[in-house]
């Protein structure tokens, strides 16, 4: 792990909602310089306490920048290289790092190598790049079965057992790490092979040893996916489940038992956590009980891991993910022209995260914390946050009613609002209102 991540709080922007980019892209199209709507946020993010801008796609893309068609080219609703370079400079002159989405899987079904195979069939010279079936007796211009991603005809799936294509991915991921990003998130890992992922990073690694890399895995054994394929890390969807369920069920055994694999997960590599991001309904959304949404930003910024917050969250935006066409949109919105154009509900959010973010940049060891259950039942729960030598407490109330729960050695309160009572002594505890929360020096 390079050693900034461990000072890094990622900024997630999905570029082409928050500029408002139209549906699909248009062939001829004039280039709409757009990128500069997103500069103008950077000095919020800052504010915000964020270290690091995690874009999601901004290639050309036929849609909704996961077909991609082309990415050594900037999406022209975006912008070009130069509008792209130039939010890349901004950010690092005010010390966010840059994160880049890399969709490596597949491509669209537009993408000039597909195209070729549509046009001149399996003698294209880029065949070999797709899983293709050919009907018997085909002519050039038959359309091949293939495979694709998940049941998407428009995502083609690539030939990870094709070392051309390995050579593409490295291409890709070099030459945007030479003009500077810091590292890439790898789109839907889990569905590429592992071997090729180890051939690929070592040689990107070769060149860039300091570039970060996510994997975005939703599930599997998360350990053995970053040992076998050179990932810094993958998505912990695991404990990002784990954190709205148990407090929409008042059932912190189950948050207990994700910490717990969390603790194992850190033992080898910092997971990237987060309570919401570009592929899923908004945490404000998802919570039942709208008290709860301080615990849930506790739990991500007081644990292990490298912290994602995606860009709207932190104002409390709403937004239900569907399983339709167009069913991202809502958590995909336009932003604002510049932050004045918010809303004024969502400011004391922002502050709450700004204060959370804050504790966790003076305790910068927290990345790779550990945690150990003092104190649970359905409703409540203790935690002891440490790294071996520092140590933090976490307290969790989601019932009616104020309880008093044991926090040993606790001194003061760090963030949130409690009254410790016996400081410093083993029999210390703390008054915790109905629905509150807490972190406590130790």
Known sequence: MPDWVEHTIWWQVFPLGFVGAEPELVDG???LHRLEHLQAWLDYALELGATGLALG?????STHGYDTIDPFRVDPRLGDEADLISLIEAAQARGLRVLLDGVFNHVGRDHPAFLEVLRQGSHAA???WFKLSWPRGSDPGAEPDYACFEGHLQLVTLNHDEPAVADYVVS???HWLALGVDGWRLDAAYAVP???WCNVLARVRSVHPDAYIVGEVIHGDYA????DTGMNTVTQYELWKATWSALNDRNLFELAHALDRHNGFLATFAPLTFVGNHDVTRIASRLTDERHLPHALAILLVCGGTPSIYAGDEQAFRGLKEDRIGGDDAIRPIFPETPA???PYGWPVYRLHQSLIALRRRHSWLHHARTRTLHLTNEQLVLAVSDGSRHLLLALNLAEDAVLLPVPDARSVEAGEAVVVKAEMQDAVV???PHNWVVLSV
């Open 194 to 196: 592992r071997h090729f």
């Open 431 to 433: 008054s915790l209102e």
């Open 126 to 128: 880029r065949a070999s």
């Open 224 to 227: 053995a996916i970053v040992r």
């Open 57 to 61: 796609p901004v290639f050309a893309a």
């Open 341 to 343: 154009g918010l809303a």
């Open 172 to 174: 890709v991921m070099t």
């Open 29 to 31: 199209a004039p280039v």
